[in-house]
């Protein structure tokens, strides 16, 4: 009995550890731990899509009616995100209003747009935060790997490109992030500029 509940103790402080405390949803460092065991299996028909997104209209919210309502908001986005995902693929909450979806066993990249367009109409209709009723959108940017990285930084960087673009773009739609351009892996691999007018 000891035992067991020594191990009761230590898989709820591991529990803790990994979740984001408002949410429930996982943090960063739960986030980080799932997707080392995930990318190791990636492949063309086995792909991985990390969708990043924030709130639309987050701040207004937390600074006109306090962060009880903002607190309330970020609770309700997570739920509306974990009901929405499928069965296997996992919600993270970054931090502030940033949010992580994570979509695994991909066979075709169009189901990465698919499901960027389910998590984006999650959030058309307002949150109801009592008596408020709040029209918070979301922005959403992902990237799939192997396609587009095969690290969780160099994934999360391009998909927060993407959300950055969508942004700029005017909010409230989904990017994927841009295709990479191959570089020369030295000085040599570049062409050799010509003179204009031929040799002097």
Sequence with gaps: QEARRAHR??????????????????NRRGMDELVARL??????????????????????????????????LLVYAGQRL????????????????EFVVIAT???????????GQQL????????????LHCDVGATVGYAVAPQDGTDLETLLARADAAMYAGKQ????????????????????????PTAANGPA
Excluded at 47 to 52: D, E, H, P, S, T
Excluded at 179 to 187: C, F, G, K, N, T
């Design 9 to 26: 103790e230590r898989d709820a402080l591991r529990s803790l550890a990994l979740s984001d405390p408002l949410t429930g949803l996982l």
């Design 39 to 72: 990318l190791p299996d990636v492949g063309p028909q086995k792909a991985l899509a990390i969708f990043l997104m924030d709130l639309d209209g987050f701040k207004a919210v937390n600074d006109q009616h306090g962060h009880g309502a903002g607190d309330q």
């Design 82 to 97: 974990r009901h929405c995902v499928r069965e296997g693929d996992h919600v993270v909450r970054l931090g502030g209003d």
């Design 105 to 115: 066993g991909l066979t075709d990249e169009r189901q990465a747009e698919d499901i």
């Design 120 to 131: 984006l109409h999650r959030f058309e209709r307002p949150f109801k935060l009592d008596e």
């Design 169 to 192: 773009a005017g909010k409230r739609c989904v990017r994927r992030a841009p295709p990479r351009i191959p570089l020369p892996s030295d000085a040599s691999a570049l062409p050799t």
